[in-house]
C-alpha cells in the first residue's frame, strides 16, 4: 500500500507561480515512478509530468513543457512539481499517482496508487 497526500495548491494569478508537493509513504519511495496529472471540470483526467524512480528521466505533456518541473527528493519521500507561468487553462484538480507496479509513467493505467487532489485555480 502507498498513501499519498498532495499539498501547496491555491488561486494564483496569470503568469504567476506555484509549487506542489505530494508526500508519500507506505512502500519504498525510492522503487517506483511517480506522475501528476490534472483534472478540470467536465473534463477526462489528464497527464501533466511524470519522473521514474531515480529522478533522471521526466516526461511532460506538451501544453506544460516549459513551464512545469517535476522534481522528487527520495530522502524526504517526497515528489514536487514546480508550475511557472501559469494560465487560466491551468484550473484543475491536481493528483499524484505512484506507479508501483512499473507500468507506463505517461498514461492513467500505469499508475497503482492515487492521492485526493488539491485544487490549483488560475485567474486571468
Known amino acids: 500500500q502507498v498513501q499519498l497526500v498532495e499539498s501547496g495548491g491555491g488561486l494564483v494569478q496569470a503568469g504567476g507561480s506555484l509549487r506542489l508537493t505530494c508526500a508519500a509513504s507506505?512502500?519504498?519511495?525510492?522503487?517506483?515512478?511517480m506522475g501528476w496529472f490534472r483534472q478540470a471540470p467536465g473534463k477526462e483526467r489528464e497527464f501533466v509530468a511524470a519522473i521514474n524512480w531515480r529522478g533522471g528521466i521526466t516526461y511532460y505533456a506538451g501544453s506544460v513543457k516549459g513551464r512545469f518541473t517535476i522534481s522528487r527528493d527520495n530522502a524526504k519521500n517526497r515528489v514536487y512539481l514546480q508550475m511557472n507561468s501559469l494560465k487560466p487553462e491551468d484550473t484543475a484538480v491536481y493528483y499524484c499517482?505512484?506507479?508501483?507496479?512499473?507500468?507506463?509513467?505517461?498514461?492513467?493505467?500505469?499508475?497503482?496508487?492515487w492521492g485526493q487532489g488539491t485544487q490549483v485555480t488560475v485567474s486571468s
Open positions: 507506505g512502500r519504498t519511495f525510492s522503487n517506483y515512478g
Open positions: 499517482a505512484a506507479a508501483v507496479s512499473g507500468g507506463s509513467l505517461s498514461y492513467t493505467p500505469g499508475y497503482d496508487y
